[in-house]
């Protein structure tokens, strides 16, 4: 199976940047900030646990060549 380490890495830095910002604007736009408050603890665990596998591999990739 090949894996692309590439798109994991791309996936996991949206999660942890582009998910914040994304309720952040539907918070000021709504007025709710609960949006934002609910979200960080499901953001940070997926967003972290992809980061760190991800390196992890890319760690493990660059060990082998």
């Known amino acids: 199976m090949k894996e692309n380490v590439k798109a994991g890495l791309f996936a996991s830095l949206?999660?942890?940047?582009?998910?914040?910002?994304i309720f952040t604007v539907s918070s000021i736009v709504t007025g709710d900030w609960?949006?934002?408050?609910?979200?960080?603890?499901?953001i940070l665990t997926a967003?972290?646990?992809?980061?760190l596998?991800?390196?992890?591999?890319?760690?493990?990739k660059s060990?082998?060549?």
């Open 53 to 60: 596998f991800t390196l992890h591999l890319m760690k493990k």
């Open 14 to 21: 949206f999660v942890l940047i582009g998910f914040p910002i």
């Open 63 to 65: 060990e082998i060549r």
């Open 47 to 51: 967003g972290l646990t992809g980061l």
């Open 34 to 42: 609960r949006y934002l408050i609910y979200s960080i603890g499901p």
